[in-house]
């Protein structure tokens, strides 16, 4: 039996405040660009909630409490086994807007509410986004860390 493989690890977070969540608007070297929540990779040595904490911070300028994980997708294609897991979380300090985005693609920051979040980040969000709004997601997320 093969061992089992993931070619990439992602985490985003719906930051929740007042009614809304936080998107980002992010751009390629090529000009390609796309409205996401705030995430990226998984670096070594990094859980997916610590990653989830560490790009909220670098993309929006916001410190963030996970507050529960939201989705876990596991995608496998012609590009291997991708792990893509969303969190919700609140805002706990920071300066909202003020990024550190290591590689430069995110090019704003936005508050959208949910009649305003279907063109950022396509059809169904809305729905979502009011789902999270009304009741804390009921995921479990559990990190452990072994030597």
């Not at 990439?8 to 007042?18: E, H, I, K, N, S």
């Not at 000009?31 to 560490?54: I, K, M, N, Q």
């Not at 670098?58 to 792990?83: A, C, K, Y």
Request: some cysteine; overall charge neutral; charged content about 30%.
């Amino acid at each position: 039996m093969s061992e089992l493989r993931i070619s990439r690890g992602l985490a985003f977070t719906w930051v929740l405040q007042d009614g809304r969540c936080v998107v980002v608007h992010n751009r390629r070297p090529g000009g390609s660009s796309w409205w996401s929540l705030p995430g990226g990779g998984v670096e070594s040595g990094e859980t997916f909630e610590d990653a989830a904490v560490r790009e909220v911070r670098e993309e929006t300028g916001l410190e963030v409490r996970v507050s529960g994980l939201d989705m876990l997708v596991d995608e496998v294609g012609p590009n291997g086994r991708w792990l893509i897991v969303e969190f919700v979380a609140h805002p706990v300090g920071g300066t909202f807007g003020r990024t550190a985005d290591p590689t430069g693609k995110i090019q704003e920051v936005r508050w959208a509410k949910p009649d305003t979040v279907e063109p950022y980040l396509g059809e169904g969000r809305r729905a979502r986004l009011e789902a999270l709004l009304k009741a804390p997601p009921t995921g479990v997320y559990r990190a452990d860390r072994r030597s």
